[in-house]
Each structure stands twice: as C-alpha cells, then as structure tokens.
C-alpha cells in the first residue's frame, strides 16, 4: 500500500497528464468515427484552459463550474465553425480547421488578459487525479453507449458513404456539426483540467504540434472502438517515462513503436483483439464466421 | 398520382442535362426512364430524390411541392432509392446497412442507450430489418461485411436498405447492371410484389427485355427530353424511339 502512494506521489503528475490526453484522444474520436478529419481539438483545449483559468483567478468561479464553462464555451466556439468548415471534407477540412487553432494561438498571443506570449503562470493546482479518471470513465462510458445507439450508426454511415448516408433520411450536417460539438466540449473539459495540473500556460502549449500529437493518440490506439483512443493514448504518454534508461535512443524507439503500428496495424491497436480472434478462425477452419 | 414533375430543368455549365422535363407517374405501378448513355436519366433522378438541386421547373410528390429539398428531407417524406453501381455501407454488416435504412422510422435511442445493461434499438426494428433480409434473400448473410458479398447480394441489400424506411416511391437506377438472367428475373418478381404491396417504382435500366417485361409505362429521354412515353408496346413501336435509343442500343 504504501509502495503505491509512493508510486501516486511520486508520479502523479503523468498519471494526470495520461488521464488528460485520453480525454483528448477520446474528443478527436467522435470526429474520426464520423469520418471527419478536424485538428482544432488543440484550439478547443485553449479554450477550456484558458477560460476556467482565468474564471478562477479574476472571478473566483469556484473550480467545477469554471471548467463547465470553459467546456460550454468551446463547444458553442465549435457550432459556428463547424457551420463554415463542414462545406470542405478531407485534407480541406484538416487544413481548415487547423487555421482555427493558428487563429487562436495568435489572438492568445496578442490579448493582455491571457498574458501575451508569457502566458498565465501561477494556475492553482486544482485537479485531483479523481478528477481526470471520473471524467474519463464518464466520457469513455457515454461515447460508448452512443456509439451502439441510432447517433453511432447515422455516424459510420456518414464515414462510410455520405451521399448514400443523407438518401438514408439522415441530415449528415446536422450530425457532423453534433460530433464537432462533443468533441470541442470533451476537449474543452480537458484543456481546463490540464491547466490546473501544470501550473502555467501559454499559448505554445497549443500550437499545431499538439493538435497533431492529439490525432496520432487516438489513430495509434485505433478508432473502431472508444478503447482505442484510450490505449494509444495511455501507451504514447508513458512511454517517454518507461523508455529512460534508453536515453538518447528514446526518441528513436519511440518513433518506431509509431511507424510499426501504424505500417502493420492500419486500424489501430486495438484490432490486435481482432486479428487474434480471425486467426483463430482461421486455424479451426471456421473462414465464413471470420 | 405518386409523382408528377412540371419543367422540370437542370443545366451544368452550358450543358441542359434535364431540359424541361414533365412526368406523371401514377400509384402503384413499375415506371421505366430509359434512354441512350447520356441523355439524362440520372442527372433527372439525382434532382428527384434530392442529390441535386433544380434551376428550374417544380417537382411534386403525392401532391405536394417538394422542390429543392434535400435527401434527407425527400426520405422521410416517403421516397427512397438505390444508386447506380452500388453504394452499400461497405466496412457495416448487411443487418447495419438494413437498420441504418430505417433511420427515419426508428424512435431517437439515445438517452436510452445510456442506461446500463440496456439494449438500444428496439425489437420491433430489429425484426423488421431482418425481415427485408429474409425479403431479398439476404438473411443467412446478415453479419457479413457488405463488402464481403457478392455484387448481386449487395445490389440487393440496396434495395432492401432502401425498403427499410418504409418508402411510398422507390426509386432503382440500374438495379439489373451486372446481374445474370436468373437473378434479374428474380429481380423482376421483386419489384411485381412490391408493387402488390403499394409501392412505386421509377425504374432506370438498359436491359430491355427487363424494361419491357415489368413497367407499366416507359419515358424515353434523349439529350435531356422526353422524347416519347407510353405502354412498353407503344414505346417499341415508336419511329422516334427506335431511332434514338433501340439503334443506339443495336450498336452496342
């Protein structure tokens, strides 16, 4: 027990950290299951950071509910951008929603109040470890569920054939901007609880890097199941801290565990459980149930 | 009367794909568009179901002006279709692309579906989809991959999926494309049953002897006109028609 507490003491900060790119990775998801490929979760995390860090220090918005509105406040940011930028699909789409996040860094850097390029020091550190693992539960729990409900099909079938998915009697705009919106407001909800566990932000945080770190989370882990995301997440966090004793080969290994996945498991990791099953199959002579 | 078009026109660029095009397609009965390649059929559809949006003339469904709405809109109001070539959810399972079909029938699941241990999606929807599978054919195939099937199970899965929203107008483009003589003529007595049951078809197809042994009437287009409609009888015999799309046909 008390090896444990020294392992949560020692570390609780990349527990936290882990907890909160998992939040993220989770909010790209919902975007990547509906086939749409947005980097503006850097951006949307801005938001949540910025705003409830700031609630708290000049208003005194107790914690929860400045992190509720961070949230609230990304997601509404989202309505009317997905509004403009769900006219474009693709790499148009990507590149457009990846100039909303260089918008918002830039306006960070020019506004008095988020602190310019020095950004806000000082954040109290206010998230609890039970802060991040309730959420993420919370959120992992209630994609999961909608992504078996009437929302997940209308989902992949816009991933799958748009034209064919909007003839089905489903508004694809109205259910591309609903995805865009869920994953502003879970990245908005993690932003504000990352700000309260590093003790300053700036703009940089942010930056374009991120929101490809973001992305490369949640296609690591795979996106046929809300686990993916979770896993790639997890793994891609903690494996800087596992891979110390490499030292400079670090960097090296790290960008092949990367290149393997991505050259061997298109889909992710988490289709391992499925190439187990399908060989198995396989070996009993079983190809029409695979 | 199911569907009537009046002037009805749609241009790309210079070119008058439709070009003031009238229809009047009674209740009940199998409806053939036929023409050479290019003159229309697809395009006129495209702007019927709502893929496509008029620059002029009116579109009316079961009496009322439908013009310019959009898919989705066009489906829940009863009309469904299937699309040339094929478009079938291909990563889903014959039974998902069925229940995806019934999108606008189903009950919002949502809040539902966040309560522990409960089943989203209601028996009477999934009875109902494995019932169309059952229809065409389809029900020992329900959890196969649609990408996986054959090219005339996934045609056939088309129409299933179409069926699925309980539409009064079904529209089929080139359902037979690709299809032997044994499974057109199944295909035939398909759309005869569905007729039974009430339903329209609009049917858009090059193979004939198909054309002529299941509609009612026939529209021939050509370089986006009308250019005759009748019995199949009298579209046979029409000196216009034999010119523009039966030699055509010879050619090929």
Same mark, same amino acid.
């Given at each position: 027990?008390?090896?444990?507490?020294?392992?949560?003491?020692?570390?609780?900060?990349?527990?936290? $950290?882990?907890?909160?790119?998992?939040? *993220?990775?989770?909010?790209?998801?919902?975007?990547?299951?509906? &086939?749409?490929?947005?980097?503006?979760?850097? !951006?949307?995390? !801005?938001?949540?950071?910025?705003?409830?860090?700031?609630?708290?220090?000049?208003?005194?918005?107790?914690?929860?509910?400045?992190?509720? $509105?961070?949230?609230?406040?990304?997601?509404?940011?989202?309505?009317?951008?997905?509004?403009?930028?769900?006219?474009?699909?693709?790499?148009?789409?990507?590149?457009?929603?990846? !100039?909303? &996040?260089?918008?918002?860094?830039?306006?960070?850097?020019?506004?008095?109040?988020?602190?310019?390029?020095?950004?806000?020091?000082?954040?109290?550190?206010?998230?609890? *470890?039970?802060?991040?693992?309730?959420?993420? /539960?919370?959120?992992?729990?209630?994609?999961?569920?909608?992504?078996?409900?009437?929302?997940?099909?209308?989902?992949?079938?816009?991933?799958?054939?748009?034209?064919?998915? !909007?003839?089905?009697?489903?508004?694809?705009?109205?259910?591309?901007?609903?995805?865009?919106?869920?994953?502003?407001?879970?990245?908005?909800?993690?932003?504000?609880?990352?700000?309260?566990?590093?003790?300053? $932000?700036?703009?940089?945080?942010?930056?374009?890097?991120?929101?490809?770190?973001?992305?490369?989370?949640?296609?690591? &882990?795979?996106?046929?199941?809300?686990?993916?995301? $979770?896993?790639?997440?997890?793994?891609?966090?903690?494996?800087?801290?596992?891979?110390?004793?490499?030292?400079?080969?670090?960097?090296?290994?790290?960008?092949?565990?990367?290149?393997?996945?991505?050259?061997?498991?298109?889909?992710? *990791?988490?289709?391992?459980?499925?190439?187990?099953?399908?060989?198995?199959?396989?070996?009993?002579?079983?190809?029409?149930? /695979? | 009367?199911?569907?009537?078009? =009046?002037? +009805?026109?749609?241009?790309?660029?210079?070119?008058?794909?439709?070009?003031?095009?009238?229809?009047?397609?009674?209740?009940?009965? %199998?409806?053939?568009?036929?023409?050479?390649?290019?003159?229309?059929?697809?395009?006129? @559809?495209?702007?019927?179901?709502?893929?496509?949006?008029?620059?002029?003339?009116?579109?009316?469904?079961?009496?009322?002006?439908?013009?310019?709405?959009?898919?989705?809109?066009?489906?829940?109001?009863?009309?469904?279709?299937?699309?040339?070539?094929?478009?079938?959810?291909?990563?889903?399972?014959?039974?998902?692309? %069925?229940?995806?079909?019934?999108?606008?029938?189903?009950?919002?699941?949502? =809040?539902?579906?966040?309560?522990?241990?409960?089943?989203?999606?209601?028996?009477?929807?999934?009875?109902?989809?494995?019932? +169309?599978?059952?229809?065409?054919?389809?029900?020992?195939?329900?959890?196969? =991959?649609?990408?996986? =099937?054959?090219?005339?199970?996934?045609?056939? +899965?088309? @129409?299933?999926?179409?069926?699925?929203?309980?539409?009064?107008?079904? %529209?089929?483009?080139?359902?037979?494309?690709?299809?032997?003589?044994?499974?057109?003529?199944?295909?035939?007595?398909?759309?005869?049953?569905?007729?039974?049951?009430? +339903?329209?078809?609009?049917? @858009?197809?090059?193979?004939?002897?198909?054309?002529?042994?299941?509609?009612?009437? %026939?529209?021939?287009?050509?370089?986006?006109?009308?250019?005759?409609?009748?019995?199949?009888?009298?579209?046979?015999?029409?000196?216009?028609?034999?010119?523009?799309?039966?030699?055509?046909?010879?050619?090929?």
């Amino acid at each position: 027990m008390d090896a444990l507490r020294d392992f949560l003491s020692a570390y609780s900060t990349t527990i936290a $950290i882990v907890g909160v790119n998992a939040l *993220l990775a989770l909010s790209v998801w919902v975007t990547l299951y509906a &086939g749409q490929l947005t980097l503006g979760n850097a !951006a949307f995390m !801005a938001v949540g950071a910025y705003v409830s860090a700031l609630l708290g220090r000049y208003l005194d918005v107790p914690f929860p509910l400045a992190l509720a $509105i961070g949230a609230v406040g990304s997601g509404a940011l989202a309505a009317p951008l997905g509004l403009t930028v769900f006219r474009l699909r693709g790499v148009y789409l990507a590149i457009a929603t990846l !100039a909303f &996040g260089e918008v918002v860094r830039v306006v960070l850097l020019a506004t008095p109040i988020t602190g310019k390029g020095q950004g806000l020091n000082g954040i109290p550190p206010k998230t609890e *470890l039970w802060h991040v693992y309730l959420t993420l /539960a919370v959120v992992a729990y209630v994609l999961w569920r909608v992504q078996g409900s009437i929302v997940g099909r209308a989902w992949a079938a816009i991933r799958e054939d748009e034209l064919a998915a !909007a003839s089905q009697g489903i508004p694809v705009r109205r259910y591309k901007l609903a995805a865009f919106a869920i994953g502003a407001l879970v990245a908005g909800w993690a932003g504000g609880l990352s700000a309260h566990v590093t003790f300053s $932000i700036d703009p940089n945080d942010f930056a374009f890097t991120k929101a490809v770190q973001i992305l490369v989370f949640a296609v690591v &882990g795979g996106v046929p199941s809300v686990l993916g995301p $979770i896993f790639g997440a997890t793994l891609l966090t903690s494996l800087p801290e596992l891979l110390r004793p490499l030292k400079d080969a670090r960097d090296i290994f790290q960008g092949l565990v990367l290149l393997g996945v991505i050259v061997y498991l298109p889909r992710g *990791l988490v289709t391992l459980a499925q190439l187990r099953r399908t060989r198995r199959l396989q070996q009993i002579g079983a190809t029409d149930v /695979a | 009367m199911s569907l009537e078009t =009046l002037a +009805l026109t749609k241009r790309f660029g210079g070119v008058i794909a439709v070009n003031a095009v009238d229809l009047g397609i009674a209740s009940r009965q %199998v409806f053939g568009l036929i023409g050479p390649n290019g003159a229309g059929k697809t395009t006129l @559809i495209n702007v019927i179901a709502g893929q496509l949006r008029p620059d002029g003339g009116t579109v009316r469904f079961e009496g009322e002006d439908v013009t310019g709405l959009e898919a989705h809109q066009l489906t829940r109001r009863g009309i469904a279709r299937t699309f040339q070539g094929g478009r079938v959810f291909k990563g889903l399972t014959a039974y998902e692309n %069925v229940l995806i079909g019934r999108h606008t029938r189903m009950r919002s699941d949502v =809040l539902a579906a966040l309560v522990p241990f409960r089943t989203p999606s209601e028996n009477v929807d999934r009875d109902h989809a494995h019932a +169309l599978l059952e229809r065409v054919g389809l029900r020992q195939r329900a959890t196969t =991959l649609a990408g996986e =099937l054959a090219y005339g199970d996934q045609r056939r +899965l088309e @129409i299933a999926r179409a069926l699925a929203s309980e539409p009064r107008l079904l %529209v089929l483009d080139e359902p037979a494309a690709g299809l032997n003589a044994t499974e057109s003529d199944r295909l035939r007595e398909l759309m005869r049953a569905l007729v039974g049951d009430g +339903l329209t078809i609009i049917l @858009i197809e090059h193979n004939v002897r198909l054309v002529m042994g299941t509609c009612e009437r %026939v529209a021939v287009l050509n370089f986006g006109r009308k250019i005759a409609e009748g019995s199949p009888s009298e579209i046979q015999a029409d000196p216009v028609v034999r010119e523009a799309y039966l030699g055509a046909e010879d050619a090929a």
